[in-house]
T-cell receptor, first 111, second 116 residues
């Protein structure tokens, strides 16, 4: 059974601070995805990382996939209130057929 | 707008009742996934369909069932409802069942179910 853990569970920071959230598993995945969900809405895909050690940047967000393809991190530089939301990681396996979601990190960026 | 539609947006019902949630995937997507999200919790995978056939089952209760129709829309049926079934129910669609590592899901806006 594929399981994902995310840490921290909650994070509250001031605008302008940097932060890193983590996604860990004992399973190897074909790829790992990060989604952001705002209250009352569905998750929206931010990025997919595929290759072990891969780093992808999306404006102020930096995503890294672990060398063994079991874990990932999301780093946000100079956080803004608009970054507030639930960040979910999802492991993709079984040739892209199946997804397992972590419990999420709930981020609050205060102005 | 992801292109995935879900109806109704809100549903309030009583314990013991039965409800049906509806999902229309993005145009051209063959896979539909259903998820349950309770308050302050992550997404719990319920069931997946691909082109009308069930492909994977997650933590779906026996009181719940789903199907995907020839026009690819899907319905999730919840029966003998309990207070604990109150949650957000999301549908997601995906372009293909074996698209490899870059396969992604597009989520609908969800149906908020309240059981009183």
């Amino acid at each position: 059974t594929q399981l994902l853990e995310q840490s921290p569970q909650f994070l509250s920071i001031q605008e302008g601070e940097n932060l890193t959230v983590y996604c860990n598993s004992s399973s190897v995945f074909s790829s790992l995805q990060w989604y952001r969900q705002e209250p009352g809405e569905g998750p929206v895909l931010l990025v997919t990382v595929v290759t072990g050690g891969e780093v992808k940047k999306l404006k102020r967000l930096t995503f890294q996939f672990g060398d063994a393809r079991k874990d990932s991190s999301l780093h946000i530089t100079a956080a803004q209130p608009g970054d507030t939301g639930l960040y979910l990681c999802a492991g993709v396996y079984n040739y892209g057929q199946n997804f397992v979601f972590g419990p999420g990190t709930r981020l609050s960026v205060l102005p | 707008d992801s292109g995935v539609t879900q109806t109704p947006k809100h549903l309030i019902t009583a314990t013991g009742q039965r409800v049906t949630l509806r999902c229309s995937p993005r145009s051209g997507d063959l896979s539909v996934y259903w998820y349950q999200q309770s308050l302050d919790q992550g997404l719990q995978f319920l069931i997946q369909y691909y082109n009308g056939e069930e492909r994977a089952k997650g933590n779906i209760l026996e009181r719940f069932s789903a199907q995907q129709f020839p026009d690819l829309h899907s319905e999730l049926n919840l029966s003998s409802l309990e207070l604990g079934d109150s949650a957000l129910y999301f549908c997601a669609s995906s372009p293909r069942t074996s698209g490899g590592a870059y396969n992604e899901q597009f989520f609908g806006p969800g149906t908020r179910l309240t059981v009183l």
